[in-house]
């Protein structure tokens, strides 16, 4: 069992920025903990998330530090001061869609009220001044020190949700063959790997315009991204599956073994991955046979509707679409690997 890690890069970063913050406000007589608070914000888990946040993060902790000085002037330090001051800061950070820039804003305006009691215009600048050091400090932290890397993280990630696909597909059609419902708990899961896999995948998209991947990371990021939208077509297909009505199948015995030997053997190959059986393209001939032999029947029994399509060929359908999309994904990276 692996155990994990008690102090993460981000805890590393956040504690280099807090210090050099800290420090550098020290060191210019200002009182850090404003410059703290913005640089603790601002370390987002890329530098372009950083740099992006921080240029609306600026004008909005400039919104907060000037109601803050309006209303400590007008009421002094008092319970009015600190609601107006964050109030109209929030609705002015929304009024400006400095949304991203909102929570320090509204801190720095009301942790200002306690301290400002002279110098309304001098406090007003050194606030801006502390707030630009946090910017400064977190953004150049993020980009020099452990700089963020998720090609490691969208392989696991991508390696768990090819075994969990693989066990969904041989879920589903299981289920149909003995008409039983799909966990839908599985499908759950699978969709919130999909969404923190793709997170992931736009981070690295994101930070590669300040830390380029060297060659054969870009090779196997790029095989990532390939496989997420591979994934993503064979999902497309499962629900289609899982919302066609079926009451009943049609299908012999032999045609059920060769179905269920199909689903078992594409199971196989997402699980295991490296795994391409020889047998694969003599399972696709077999279904795609039964598609047109279904296809041919219906035509004939259903002439007055001939575009009612039953269930058992939409079924075949998406498990050959399926098949086609698996088997050639990893024939073309057997082909690559060679």
């Known amino acids: 069992m692996k155990r994990p890690h008690l102090i993460g890069n981000r805890v590393i970063k956040t504690a280099v920025a807090i210090f050099l913050t800290a420090w550098l406000c020290e060191l210019l007589n200002w009182p850090p903990v404003f410059a703290v608070i913005t640089a603790i914000v601002t370390l987002e888990p890329t530098v372009a998330e950083s740099i992006k946040k921080g240029i609306i993060r600026f004008p ?12 400590i002037s007008l009421f002094g330090n008092s319970p009015i001061t ?99 419902k799909v966990n839908q708990n599985l499908i759950t899961e699978i969709d919130k790997h999909f969404s923190s896999t793709e997170t992931l995948i736009r981070y690295q998209e994101e930070e590669s315009i300040y830390h380029p991947l060297a060659s054969d990371e870009k090779d196997q990021f790029q095989q990532a991204k390939e496989q997420i939208s591979t994934l993503r077509m064979i999902h497309y ?47 696709m001939k077999e279904l795609t046979e039964i598609f047109w032999e279904d296809n041919e029947e219906i035509t004939k029994n259903n002439e007055q509707h001939p575009t009612h399509f039953p269930p058992e060929l939409i079924i075949l359908y998406e498990l050959i679409s399926i098949y086609e999309l698996i088997t050639a994904f990893y024939e073309r990276e057997k082909s690559v690997s060679m």
């Open 237 to 283: 297909h499962l629900e289609n599956v899982i919302n066609t009505p079926v009451d009943s199948i049609s299908w012999s015995k032999e045609e059920r073994l060769i179905i269920l030997n199909a689903t078992k053997e594409l199971a196989r190959v997402m699980k295991e991955e490296n795994y391409l059986p020889e047998t694969c393209h003599a399972r």
């Open 82 to 180: 600190y609601t107006l001051a964050a109030a109209f800061t929030i609705a002015t950070c929304f009024r400006f869609k400095l949304h991203a820039g909102l929570l320090v804003a509204t801190l720095t305006a009301v942790a200002m009220v306690e301290v400002i009691h002279s110098n309304y215009l001098i406090s007003f600048f050194i606030r801006l001044g502390t707030t630009t050091i946090g910017l400064v400090v977190s953004t150049a932290v993020n980009m020099f020190i452990l700089p963020p890397d998720y090609t490691k993280n969208i392989t696991d990630k991508i390696h768990e949700l090819n075994s969990k696909s693989g066990t969904l597909i041989e879920q589903v059609f299981n289920n149909i063959l003995t008409n039983n």
């Open 60 to 71: 909005a902790s400039a919104i907060g530090s000037a109601y803050a000085v309006l209303f």
